[in-house]
């Protein structure tokens, strides 16, 4: 695997999709009136934010210096762990939503142990920078899961 050419296209494409998903809001004022839908919104923000970040420090960082991509890592992942947390303690009804925002607080969790203790991934073959992709592609595959049940309306929070 190409680290470098893999993190930046990784990273790209999640500024894409944050730039999507602004376009998505801008069409729906009305989802920023409502406490709930604002905190959904801005959790989905965040699901591509925070991975697209880290894909930036990572092709700083690289192979040649992994303090740089690993500290960032760690930061980033707490971040996104509370806030999901957050987010999770205020889900109400909806399976799926809670499933999927305690999936993604548990790859947040192993995205910042992985950081902190990066030897545990050449117990599953991988280097750390590799393992750590495998885990962001993961997380953005459950953001995108969450943009589909809420533009769908059955994740939305005033269903």
């Keep these: 695997m190409d680290v470098r050419t ?14 999507l998903w602004w376009n998505v809001v801008q069409n729906h004022a009305d989802w920023m009136r409502n406490p709930a839908l604002r905190r959904l919104v801005g959790g989905i923000y965040l699901s ?7 894909g930036l420090f990572a092709q700083v960082g690289g192979t040649q210096q ?18 999901t947390l957050r987010l999770l303690a205020r889900t109400r009804g909806d399976r ?19 950081g902190a203790f990066p030897e545990l991934a050449g117990h599953v073959g991988l280097r750390p920078i590799q393992a750590e992709a495998l885990i962001l592609i993961g997380l953005i595959v459950l953001g995108h899961a969450l943009v589909w049940r809420f533009m769908a309306g059955e994740g939305r929070a005033d269903d």
């Design 6 to 19: 893999f993190y930046a296209l990784f990273s790209a494409t999640c500024f894409t999709l944050v730039g």
């Design 48 to 54: 591509f934010l925070l991975p697209a970040l880290m």
């Design 66 to 83: 992994p303090q740089i991509w690993r500290a960032a890592f760690i930061a980033l992942a707490v971040v996104g762990c509370a806030c």
């Design 96 to 114: 799926f939503v809670t499933w999927q925002q305690a999936g993604a607080a548990l790859l947040y969790a192993l995205i910042a142990v992985v």
